[in-house]
């Protein structure tokens, strides 16, 4: 009796769980490509937890929180690790519709991925599209950022302002000591002419140079 209600409940599996069939959805996992040496073999434990990750996201929909993992089946698993799954109503007989399989989905997809350590690439389903995640807030208000940049901005103008201030004031004061003294030199120098010292015509002052003076010159008018 029991071998009996086995083979029924297996055919009917076999009949709701189909590819390509009303309301299944293929799946194909990359675990290799995600993961590398660390990659891990799927079996009958990997199954069992992917029917219960949909048996939960199921639950999470409205008039379906008594979804069981037995409600989830899965048929036709390949080597290169693909299948395909529906979940049945078992009240009726039947598969859910597609729709309300594809809403859990969606809305568990990150669970979904995190249970199996991959992604939306690496843990595909064909027909239900990825979903993206939800933005994160900053831990710092973006008009604090905004704020911050602008004033480093500022301070570093005026900075540059006092820097270029203080070095035109010193330049300026270096520029009348320096005439000075070049004007100072001018006037201590003594030219030599044929090796004896003497003193250059002073312009300013009226002198003028004795050695050059002719003997009317000389002689002191009457």
Same mark, same amino acid.
């Given at each position: ?28 996992l ?63 007989n ?15 997809r ?48 005026? $900075?540059?302002? @006092?820097?270029? !201030? +203080? ?5 300026m004061? =270096? *520029?009348?000591?320096?005439? #000075? ?7 201590? $120098?003594?030219t @030599?002419?044929? !090796? +004896? ?6 312009t =300013? *002052?009226g002198?003028?140079? #004795?050695?050059f ?10």
């Amino acid at each position: 009796m029991l071998c009996l209600l086995f083979f029924l409940v297996t055919a009917i599996h076999a009949e709701l769980c189909q590819p390509d069939g009303e309301n299944a959805f293929k799946v194909r996992l990359s675990i290799r490509t995600a993961l590398g040496d660390n990659a891990y073999a799927w079996d009958t434990n990997e199954e069992y937890l992917f029917k219960a990750m949909v048996a939960f996201s199921m639950r999470k929909v409205p008039n379906r929180e008594t979804t069981e993992i037995s409600h989830v089946l899965v048929c036709n698993v390949t080597q290169r690790v693909s299948f395909w799954f529906v979940v049945t109503d078992p009240l009726k007989n039947h598969t859910l519709p597609a729709v309300e399989v594809q809403t859990a989905i969606r809305m568990n997809r990150n669970r979904i991925n995190g249970a199996f350590f991959l992604n939306d690439q690496t843990l595909e389903f064909l027909k239900i599209p990825s979903t993206l995640a939800p933005p994160t807030d900053p831990s710092v208000p973006i008009w604090i950022i905004i704020f911050g940049v602008i004033f480093c901005i500022v301070i570093v103008a005026v $900075m540059l302002l @006092i820097l270029s !201030g +203080i070095r035109q004031r010193r330049r300026m004061s =270096k *520029g009348p000591t320096e005439m #000075d003294d070049s004007e100072d030199k001018c006037e201590n $120098m003594i030219t @030599i002419e044929n !090796g +004896i010292p003497c003193d250059p015509l002073d312009t =300013k *002052g009226g002198h003028i140079n #004795d050695a050059f003076m002719t003997e009317d010159e000389r002689l002191t008018p009457l």
